[in-house]
Nanobody, 115 residues
Framework: QVQLVESGGGLVQPGGSLRLSCAAS????????MNWYRQAPGKQRDLVAG???????TYADSVKGRFTISRDNTKNTVYLQMNSLKPEDTAVYYC?????????WGQGTQVTVSS
């Protein structure tokens, strides 16, 4: 089982930027995909962005053009660059990986967008 540790969350004003990081405890090269999800209070956990082992990316419509997912296999880390943040982006953001042994999740990092 891989361990995932998210970081980079915090409080930011509308229009601001944050970069989330998800560090894996072992090589990420073999994972089918690495993903970011988010969950706001009282709502379900939704996919925000994903990146496959081949580098193909996918985004939720609500974040297209504002968020960018990337991965650094040398650092076993996946990133989520979030620009032009909106109050509705406020949520706990979770890192997820899908591999041959199934899904693994991080503990989450809080992102709050507020003036």
């Amino acid at each position: 089982q891989v361990q995932l540790v998210e970081s980079g969350g915090g409080l930011v004003q509308p229009g601001g930027s944050l970069r989330l990081s998800c560090a894996a405890s072992r090589s990420i090269g073999s994972f089918y995909s690495m993903n970011w999800y988010r969950q706001a209070p009282g709502k379900q956990r939704d996919l925000v962005a994903g990146i496959t082992s081949g580098g193909r990316t996918t985004y939720a419509d609500s974040v297209k053009g504002r968020f960018t997912i990337s991965r650094d296999n040398t650092k076993n880390t996946v990133y989520l660059q979030m620009n032009s943040l909106k109050p509705e982006d406020t949520a706990v953001y979770y890192c997820n990986v899908v591999g041959i042994s199934g899904n693994s999740w991080g503990q989450g990092t809080q992102v709050t967008v507020s003036s």
